[in-house]
């Protein structure tokens, strides 16, 4: 069976993460950036308010690309740190 770890460990990143986004402290934090944001963005005019989200949206994507990269890079390097540490060992 072949499969690719890249794509493995980035399916992976939604269940691993999804203790800490449905946390209560997380759900707390976004509650209070979404009041602060809307509180905000309704202070605004239309085409400044497309602005906003245009920016907003553009920063969550880098933030979630950032991160997953992070994770992928982690786990990567975990698994190259236990192949040397083991050697040629076999745990079966």
């Not at 509650?31 to 553009?58: C, S």
Request: include cysteine.
């Amino acid at each position: 069976m072949s499969y690719n770890l890249e794509e493995c460990i980035k399916d992976s990143y939604q269940d691993t993460m999804k203790d800490f986004t449905e946390s209560d402290t997380q759900k707390e934090a976004n509650w209070e950036f979404n009041k602060l944001y809307y509180t905000l963005r309704n202070r605004l005019l239309p085409e400044e308010q497309q602005m906003l989200d245009a920016i907003f949206n553009a920063m969550e994507e880098c933030n979630k690309a950032e991160a997953l990269e992070a994770f992928y890079r982690g786990v990567v390097l975990g698994i190259a740190q236990h192949k040397k540490v083991l050697g040629g060992l076999s745990l079966e």
